[in-house]
């Protein structure tokens, strides 16, 4: 039921390109993972259509970004080396003129000190 919900609206979305949905489905249903090669013309058209569906004009660029994120994650043992690996998060946001930076750390409780 969830892939014919999923193929139904992919061909509202894609109107005239059920061969691609078809690919789609298809590469999905072998691997979890729905990568389709397409040849130029309808990765063009594929394009055209889902800036379309998103009310995007078609030859307008899209606005720049006003800032940027990124998350930097990782294991290690802490607060020594000796500490079970816990995890580990970084976050900056960059904005015009500003930055943000969070640190998230853990630590062992287990861990003798």
Do not use: I, K
């Not at 919900?5 to 078809?22: D, F, K, M, N, T």
């Not at 298809?26 to 040849?39: D, M, N, Q, Y």
């Amino acid at each position: 039921e969830r892939p014919l919900g999923r193929a139904s609206c992919l061909l509202q979305l894609l109107h005239g390109e059920q061969a691609v949905v078809a690919a789609m489905l298809v590469a999905e249903s072998r691997g979890g993972t729905a990568e389709v090669l397409l040849e130029a013309g309808a990765r063009l058209r594929l394009h055209e259509r889902l800036l379309e569906a998103a009310g995007a004009s078609v030859g307008h660029p899209h606005p720049e970004p006003d800032g940027r994120d990124f998350v930097l994650r990782c294991v290690s043992p802490r607060p020594t080396a000796d500490s079970l690996p816990v995890a580990h998060r970084m976050y900056v946001g960059l904005r015009a003129g500003t930055w943000r930076l969070a640190v998230a750390l853990s630590n062992d409780e287990s861990a003798p000190g």
